[in-house]
C-alpha cells in the first residue's frame, strides 16, 4: 500500500509569514499529485495539481513544487491571512492503483491575526 | 463552475435503517468516488465507479454498497446502519477514462450520525 506522508501535522503562525507545508511519498512512480483544502465540516477544495512531468503550479499566493526522485512535494503559501486557516491535504495518484488516490492525514494551518 | 452536490449536509439514522447517500456531478466525468473520513485515520475509499454499471471495491467497502444508473449519479447505500458508520462521508469525480488526467472534485461532505 502507497504511504503519503504530511509534517507537521499542525502549525501556526501569525499573519503575514510565508510558510511551507510538506508531503512526502514512498514510491516515486506518480502520475500526479494534487493539493486541496478542507474547512472544518466541509469538502475538499482543489487548490493545485501537478502532472509527474511537471516540477511546480503556481496559483495566487500558493506555490506548489514537486520532486518525484525525493518522494517530496511542498506547497508555499505567501504572505498567509487569517482566512487560510484549514487543513491542507496532500493527494498522490498512481497507475495501475486501481484508480485511486492516495491521502495524506493533512497539516492543520492556523494563521493568528 | 464545476461542481459536486451531495444530497445531504447531515443525517441522523438509526441503527438497523437503509441509508442512501447520493451524489450528482455536473461535469460528465466518467469516474465518482466515495471515501469515509475519520479523526486519525484519513480518507479511506469505500468504493469507485469509472462508467455507468460499473464499480469497484475500494479499502473499506464492507457494510455497503454503491448503485451508478446515470453518468452523472453515483449513490452509496448502507444496507443496515450502524453506529461504526458514524462518520463523514465525501464524494469525488475525475474526468477521463480510467486514467486519472486531471483534477478531482469533492462535494462538500455528508456528516452522518448513527445512533
Known amino acids: 500500500k502507497q504511504e503519503v506522508t504530511q509534517i507537521p501535522a499542525a502549525l501556526s503562525v501569525p499573519e503575514g509569514e510565508n510558510l511551507v507545508l510538506n508531503c512526502s511519498f514512498t514510491?516515486?512512480?506518480?502520475?500526479?499529485l494534487q493539493w486541496f483544502r478542507q474547512d472544518p465540516g466541509k469538502g475538499l477544495t482543489s487548490l493545485l495539481l501537478?502532472?509527474?512531468?511537471?516540477r511546480e503550479q503556481t496559483s495566487g499566493r500558493l506555490n506548489a513544487s514537486l520532486d518525484k526522485s525525493s518522494g517530496r512535494s511542498t506547497l508555499y503559501i505567501a504572505a498567509s491571512q487569517p482566512g487560510d486557516s484549514a487543513t491542507y491535504l496532500c493527494?498522490?495518484?498512481?497507475?495501475?492503483?486501481?484508480?485511486?488516490?492516495?491521502f495524506g492525514t493533512g497539516t492543520s494551518l492556523t494563521v493568528i491575526p | 463552475d464545476v461542481k459536486v452536490t451531495q444530497s445531504s449536509r447531515y443525517l441522523v439514522k438509526r441503527t438497523g435503517e437503509k441509508v442512501f447517500l447520493e451524489c450528482v456531478q455536473d461535469?460528465?466525468?466518467?469516474?465518482m468516488f466515495w471515501y469515509r473520513q475519520d479523526p486519525g485515520l484519513g480518507l479511506r475509499l469505500i468504493y469507485f465507479?469509472?462508467?455507468?454499471?460499473?464499480?469497484e471495491k475500494g479499502d473499506i467497502p464492507e457494510g455497503y454498497s454503491v448503485s451508478r444508473e446515470k453518468k452523472e449519479r453515483f449513490s452509496l447505500i448502507l444496507e443496515s446502519a450502524s453506529t461504526n458508520q458514524t462518520s463523514m462521508y465525501l464524494c469525488?469525480?475525475?474526468?477521463?477514462?480510467?486514467?486519472?488526467?486531471?483534477?478531482?472534485?469533492f462535494g462538500q461532505g455528508t456528516r452522518l450520525t448513527v445512533v
Open positions: 493527494a498522490v495518484y498512481y497507475p495501475n492503483t486501481g484508480n485511486q488516490f492516495y
Open positions: 469525488a469525480s475525475t474526468p477521463g477514462g480510467r486514467l486519472m488526467n486531471t483534477e478531482a472534485f
Open positions: 514510491d516515486s512512480a506518480i502520475y500526479n
Open positions: 465507479s469509472y462508467d455507468v454499471k460499473m464499480k
Open positions: 461535469m460528465d466525468h466518467e469516474n
Open positions: 501537478i502532472q509527474s512531468s511537471q
